[in-house]
């Protein structure tokens, strides 16, 4: 049986992720409600549409790579890449 990168203790499959960081598993409750402690986080990744998955020992690297959504601690709001040509409606195509 495998041990929590973090805590050191057991952890099972059905409690427990792996870190995208360090790559060990660590204590991770995944659903709303279900008894059980938290070694790590789980945030959804803006860059690449992503969940991403880091223990304590490695979330200051892994949040600082990819910024945690609806945190406080995020500095700016995503940058919008520029549109290709100026919004004038729908386009409008000659028949022939």
């Given amino acids: 049986m495998e041990t929590c990168v973090?805590?050191?203790e057991p952890v099972h499959e059905e409690n427990s992720v792996v870190c995208q960081g360090c790559d060990r598993r660590y204590h991770l409750?995944?659903?709303?409600?279900?008894?059980?402690?938290?070694?790590?986080?789980?945030?959804?990744?803006?860059?690449?549409?992503?969940?991403?998955?880091?223990?304590h020992n490695c979330l200051p690297k892994a949040a600082a790579?990819?910024?945690?959504?609806?945190a406080?601690?995020?500095?700016?709001?995503?940058?919008?890449?520029?549109?290709t040509?100026?919004?004038q409606g729908p386009r409008r195509y000659r028949k022939r």
């Fill in 6 to 8: 973090v805590c050191g």
């Fill in 72 to 83: 406080a601690s995020t500095p700016e709001s995503p940058r919008r890449l520029p549109r």
């Fill in 29 to 55: 409750v995944l659903r709303q409600g279900q008894p059980g402690k938290d070694c790590g986080e789980v945030w959804a990744d803006e860059m690449s549409l992503s969940l991403r998955f880091a223990c």
């Fill in 65 to 70: 790579d990819s910024p945690i959504v609806g």
């Fill in 85 to 87: 040509r100026p919004s």
